[in-house]
């Protein structure tokens, strides 16, 4: 049997955690997490700590379904999550616990009403900007193009939340590799490595961001910032592991296709310059470990 964890949020700090607390706790749990949050913004850390956190068998548990999500949509990804890590939700107001099958069907109907609500809502938009475009008006932010500070500022903020909220969805895809190997691997093995794992380019600074960031939201340790233990190798020696890794995981890859890989991640040759050579590849490849062995094409 899993723990209970019990989730309340409020929005501002005007408003009181009391009511939530009391009934939660009347119900019984393990574990109370609360936050001050915007319900419009999935850029909670304590909820994504709890989430992550949780285990096969645990249940979180709310008063009702608006303290967890902001949408239909956010609401059935946060139990998808849970029922991939093979936890379940309830609610203690709405006809929601995941622990019983007859839920499920219910889940489908929102997750349907989800999708509807996503395409009336493009529908819509479309529509809005067919018609102002149609009478002569400009779309956009009126107070972005008069070159307003404070409109700039809410852009900025808007934009800064979502990539957070993107950064926090992703984190599972390449945060174990990188809890693994750092400190004690330098970034650039780690960015190949998590180039592999997650099937998708990831850069030394694009990661390196990206776990600063994390850092910043107090949803990872800081020690993985620091200066790995391994004395710092030439540049060339970390080209070397990087193509090798790339060579040994795709055999049949070419040495150009290995080149035009390096490029997509934007790393210069040895030699300071931005395309890769067949030649400069392969001179990378002549330093393979013993009993390594590659068909050069």
Same mark, same amino acid.
């Given at each position: 049997m899993g723990k209970v964890f019990a989730y309340a949020r409020v929005s501002t700090d005007a408003q009181d955690l009391d009511p939530q607390t009391d009934e939660l706790r009347k119900d019984g749990f393990d574990v109370l997490v609360v936050e001050k949050a915007?319900?419009? =913004?999935?850029?909670?850390?304590?909820?994504?700590?709890?989430?992550?956190?949780?285990?096969?068998?645990?249940?979180?548990?709310?008063?009702?379904?608006?303290?967890?999500?902001?949408?239909? &949509?956010?609401?059935?990804?946060?139990? +998808?999550?849970?029922?991939?890590?093979?936890?379940?939700?309830? &609610?203690?107001?709405?006809p929601i616990d995941t622990t019983t099958p007859q839920v499920m069907f219910s889940l489908q109907v929102l997750g349907a009403v989800a999708q509807l609500e996503r395409a009336l809502i493009a529908d819509r938009s479309k529509a809005g900007l067919a018609s102002a475009r149609a009478r002569g008006r400009v779309g956009g932010n009126p107070g972005v193009r008069a070159g307003d500070p404070a409109?700039?500022?809410?852009?900025?903020? &808007?934009?800064?939340?979502?990539?957070?909220?993107?950064?926090?969805? &992703?984190? +599972?895809?390449?945060?174990?590799?990188?809890?693994k190997m750092r400190p004690a691997k330098p970034w650039p093995d780690v960015a190949a490595a998590v180039s592999q794992a997650t099937g998708t380019t990831w850069t030394v600074k694009r990661l390196r961001q990206s776990v600063r960031r994390l850092v910043a939201e107090g949803l990872v340790d800081r020690a993985l910032m620091g200066r790995s233990a391994l004395p710092r190798r030439r540049r060339s020696d970390e080209l070397a592991v990087?193509?090798?890794?790339?060579?040994?995981?795709?055999?049949?890859? =070419?040495?150009?296709?290995?080149?035009?890989?390096? +490029?997509?991640?934007?790393?210069?040759?040895?030699?300071g310059k931005i395309n890769w050579s067949p030649t400069s590849v392969a001179h990378l490849l002549n330093k393979?470990?013993?009993?390594?062995?590659? +068909?050069k094409k």
């Amino acid at each position: 049997m899993g723990k209970v964890f019990a989730y309340a949020r409020v929005s501002t700090d005007a408003q009181d955690l009391d009511p939530q607390t009391d009934e939660l706790r009347k119900d019984g749990f393990d574990v109370l997490v609360v936050e001050k949050a915007s319900g419009a =913004s999935r850029t909670r850390p304590e909820l994504a700590r709890l989430v992550r956190e949780m285990k096969a068998g645990d249940i979180l548990k709310v008063v009702r379904i608006d303290r967890l999500a902001r949408s239909v &949509s956010h609401l059935l990804e946060v139990i +998808e999550t849970l029922e991939g890590k093979g936890a379940h939700f309830r &609610s203690l107001r709405d006809p929601i616990d995941t622990t019983t099958p007859q839920v499920m069907f219910s889940l489908q109907v929102l997750g349907a009403v989800a999708q509807l609500e996503r395409a009336l809502i493009a529908d819509r938009s479309k529509a809005g900007l067919a018609s102002a475009r149609a009478r002569g008006r400009v779309g956009g932010n009126p107070g972005v193009r008069a070159g307003d500070p404070a409109a700039i500022a809410k852009i900025v903020k &808007s934009m800064d939340e979502t990539y957070v909220t993107r950064l926090i969805d &992703s984190m +599972e895809t390449f945060m174990p590799t990188v809890r693994k190997m750092r400190p004690a691997k330098p970034w650039p093995d780690v960015a190949a490595a998590v180039s592999q794992a997650t099937g998708t380019t990831w850069t030394v600074k694009r990661l390196r961001q990206s776990v600063r960031r994390l850092v910043a939201e107090g949803l990872v340790d800081r020690a993985l910032m620091g200066r790995s233990a391994l004395p710092r190798r030439r540049r060339s020696d970390e080209l070397a592991v990087l193509v090798q890794g790339i060579a040994l995981a795709n055999p049949g890859m =070419s040495l150009r296709a290995i080149g035009g890989q390096l +490029e997509l991640m934007k790393l210069k040759t040895p030699a300071g310059k931005i395309n890769w050579s067949p030649t400069s590849v392969a001179h990378l490849l002549n330093k393979l470990p013993p009993g390594a062995t590659r +068909e050069k094409k």
